[in-house]
């Protein structure tokens, strides 16, 4: 069965990583247009560096809950085709036991060059004094992450696994930010089954939904695939 996976914000809360929309979320207590867009970084770089060297730390103290390792233990069983695409910028997935994953948003722990392009590794803060190692400009290095305005990443790979898997699985999101949330009508135009596991029911157009906290709901389901009746 080829299944596709994708995950939200929920789905790293109880590894201690704040959501964006909920009671407490992240938007509640930032402004999206100063720290997350292209605009809010122009205006003020500091302050968005500053935003993501304080969630680059919070992920990197983080560690992966019960459903990043059930996620695992259901790629390494290789009984079924896999794709996660996640919209987490966190590598929580990544050290629960997923290898190959889909950051459509892109990555805490990647820079990007704002002036040449090139991405490389880095999991330091990151300050405005810091120089592209490619093109050595200083002042444009940024977090490689997609910001609010800007082209999620590999997204032909992601929709074409969607018009073609069995069963669309969305974890922990709320389903509010396109194109991830239209991944659910892509995979019912396409006749798969669509599951929802949340804390509650997002309201779209899933065909079942398992309500509860991710860390218990996201194994059970694993436990159900993985023994032939998920
Ligand atoms: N277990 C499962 N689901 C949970 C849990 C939990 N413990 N806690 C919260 N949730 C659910 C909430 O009910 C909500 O539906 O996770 C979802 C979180 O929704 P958002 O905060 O909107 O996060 P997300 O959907 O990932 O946001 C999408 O918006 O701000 C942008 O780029 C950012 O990737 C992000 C995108």
Same mark, same amino acid.
């Given at each position: 069965?080829?299944?596709?996976?994708?995950?939200?914000?929920?789905?790293?809360?109880?590894?201690?990583?704040?959501?964006?929309?909920?009671?407490?979320?992240?938007?509640?207590?930032?402004?999206?247009?100063? #720290?997350?867009?292209?605009?809010?970084?122009?205006?003020?770089?500091?302050? #968005?560096?500053?935003?993501?060297?304080?969630?680059?730390?919070?992920?990197?103290?983080?560690?992966?809950?019960?459903?990043?390792?059930?996620?695992? +233990?259901? !790629?390494? &069983? @290789?009984?079924?085709?896999?794709?996660?695409?996640?919209?987490?910028?966190?590598?929580?997935?990544? +050290?629960?036991?997923?290898?190959? #994953?889909?950051?459509?948003?892109?990555?805490?722990?990647?820079?990007?060059?704002?002036?040449?392009?090139?991405?490389?590794?880095?999991?330091?803060?990151?300050?405005?004094?810091?120089?592209?190692?490619?093109?050595?400009?200083?002042?444009?290095?940024?977090?490689?992450?997609?910001?609010?305005?800007? /082209?999620?990443?590999?997204?032909?790979?992601?929709?074409?696994? *969607?018009?073609?898997?069995?069963?669309? !699985?969305?974890?922990?999101?709320?389903?509010? /930010?396109?194109?991830?949330?239209?991944? /659910? @009508? *892509?995979? @019912? @135009?396409?006749?798969?089954?669509?599951?929802?596991?949340?804390?509650?029911? &997002?309201?779209?157009?899933?065909?079942?939904? +398992?309500?509860?906290?991710?860390? &218990? /709901?996201?194994?059970?389901?694993?436990?159900?695939?993985?023994?032939?009746?998920?």
């Amino acid at each position: 069965m080829s299944i596709v996976i994708l995950t939200g914000a929920g789905l790293s809360a109880e590894s201690g990583l704040g959501t964006f929309r909920d009671a407490d979320g992240l938007w509640l207590k930032f402004d999206l247009k100063e #720290v997350a867009t292209p605009e809010g970084y122009a205006r003020d770089p500091v302050q #968005v560096l500053d935003f993501y060297n304080m969630r680059r730390r919070n992920a990197a103290e983080a560690a992966p809950n019960a459903a990043h390792q059930a996620l695992g +233990r259901l !790629v390494a &069983s @290789d009984r079924h085709e896999v794709t996660i695409i996640t919209q987490n910028i966190d590598d929580l997935h990544e +050290r629960g036991g997923t290898p190959n #994953v889909n950051h459509i948003h892109g990555s805490l722990f990647e820079a990007l060059c704002a002036d040449c392009g090139h991405v490389w590794p880095h999991r330091e803060d990151m300050t405005i004094e810091d120089a592209c190692p490619a093109c050595e400009t200083i002042g444009t290095v940024r977090p490689n992450i997609v910001w609010f305005g800007e /082209v999620p990443y590999r997204m032909e790979e992601a929709v074409a696994a *969607i018009e073609t898997c069995d069963l669309f !699985v969305s974890i922990g999101t709320s389903g509010t /930010v396109y194109p991830a949330a239209g991944f /659910v @009508d *892509i995979a @019912d @135009d396409a006749g798969a089954r669509t599951l929802e596991l949340n804390l509650e029911a &997002s309201g779209g157009i899933f065909g079942e939904v +398992r309500e509860g906290p991710a860390s &218990s /709901v996201v194994p059970g389901w694993v436990a159900n695939v993985l023994s032939g009746n998920g």
